[in-house]
């Protein structure tokens, strides 16, 4: 079955430390994923995207991610966390066909 | 580009009225899905059009709920009649093609009464 799965519904991190989501993919074919944030009533904003051109995929606000084949995984890093990185942030893949799976979400805080 | 436009920002509404929520989607782009997100079932993939046809329908609810393409630049969302559980944020989304990401609106956040 196609599905991503993110691991962790709340994570929390001091400002400055790194930030680490997670996010494993099931999927037959080749997938596309990525990755978007969500600010507090705003829609979904993409982080990044990874459509098979290099394994590690920097996006914008200094994320980024690594496609792991062999773990099936994609997960979105930080090295150092701000203020305004406290959001939602979900996983998706392109998996098959012409539908998007989305992960449940991940909610970062980051302590001052 | 303005991006995916969805109208009306907020609607308030009352038990067993009719509720329409518009999408108009990022030129080029043919494929457009809407969504509903919630506290408590997260973001659900309602349908998806491709060139205007709509492919797959299964999350939509029930009966109630309703959604045309009449055009590539213009998509609704109906509720008739409309219940206090569909409280939700809807959104709508474009994409040309699965090697891309979606674009996504604000979305509508819709309050029944």
């Known amino acids: 079955a196609q599905s991503v799965t993110q691991l962790g519904s709340h994570v929390s991190v001091s400002e400055g430390a790194l930030v680490l989501l997670r996010c494993n993919y099931s999927?037959?074919?080749?997938?596309?994923l990525f990755w978007y944030v969500q600010y507090p009533n705003q829609g979904l904003q993409l982080l990044l995207k990874?459509?098979?051109?290099?394994?590690l995929v920097k996006g914008i606000n200094g994320f980024e991610a690594e496609f792991k084949k062999s773990e099936t995984s994609f997960h979105l890093t930080k090295p150092s966390a701000h203020m305004s990185d406290a959001a939602e942030y979900f996983c998706?893949?392109?998996?098959?066909?012409?539908?998007?799976?989305f992960g449940t979400g991940t909610s970062l805080t980051v302590i001052p | 580009d303005a991006g995916v436009i969805q109208s009306p920002r907020h609607e308030v509404t009352e038990m067993g009225q009719e509720v329409t929520l518009r999408c108009k989607p990022i030129?080029?782009?043919?494929?457009l899905f809407w969504y509903r997100q919630t506290m408590m079932r997260g973001l659900e993939l309602l349908i998806y059009?491709?060139?205007?046809?709509?492919?797959?329908d299964s999350g939509m609810p029930e009966d109630r709920f309703s959604a045309k393409m009449p055009n590539a630049s213009f998509s609704t969302l109906k509720i008739q009649p409309s219940e206090p559980r569909d409280s939700a944020v809807y959104f709508c989304?474009?994409?040309?093609?699965?090697?891309?990401?979606?674009?996504f609106g604000n979305g509508t956040r819709l309050t029944v009464t």
């Open positions: 989304a474009s994409t040309p093609g699965r090697r891309a990401p979606l674009h």
């Open positions: 999927s037959s074919v080749p997938p596309y």
């Open positions: 990874y459509t098979s051109a290099a394994t």
């Open positions: 998706a893949g392109s998996l098959t066909g012409n539908q998007f799976y």
């Open positions: 030129s080029g782009h043919d494929y």
């Open positions: 059009f491709n060139n205007n046809v709509p492919i797959d």
